[in-house]
């Protein structure tokens, strides 16, 4: 597979920002009530996931619905 960047310098930085922001606050969570980590670990996968994407600067969800788009727009052209 080949990955090209698909969201802006400034997606990628908010997407950083509220990782790590969900980040610190699940992780707070969980050292402070070690026995309810369950929903915050939840939390703390998907910030770490959000903060790979801004740092990658590639989403996959952004690539799927792009993709979807190009497979209708040529679907409609071969049914004229």
Same mark, same amino acid.
């Not at 980590?37 to 994407?53: D, H, P, R, T, W």
């Not at 801004?54 to 497979?71: H, K, S, T, W």
């Given at each position: 597979m080949n990955f090209?960047?698909?969201i802006s310098i400034i997606n990628? %930085?908010?997407?950083?920002t509220c990782g790590f922001t969900l @980040?610190?606050?699940?992780?707070?969570?969980?050292?402070k009530k070690p026995w309810k980590n369950q929903s915050y670990l939840f939390v703390?996968? %998907?910030s770490a996931m959000k903060i790979g994407?801004?740092? @990658?600067?590639?989403c996959?969800?952004?690539d799927a619905m792009?993709?979807?788009q190009n497979f209708m727009k040529n679907e409609?052209?071969?049914?004229k």
């Amino acid at each position: 597979m080949n990955f090209k960047q698909n969201i802006s310098i400034i997606n990628a %930085l908010m997407r950083i920002t509220c990782g790590f922001t969900l @980040l610190t606050w699940a992780m707070a969570k969980m050292v402070k009530k070690p026995w309810k980590n369950q929903s915050y670990l939840f939390v703390v996968m %998907l910030s770490a996931m959000k903060i790979g994407e801004g740092i @990658l600067r590639y989403c996959p969800v952004v690539d799927a619905m792009e993709n979807g788009q190009n497979f209708m727009k040529n679907e409609s052209k071969q049914e004229k």
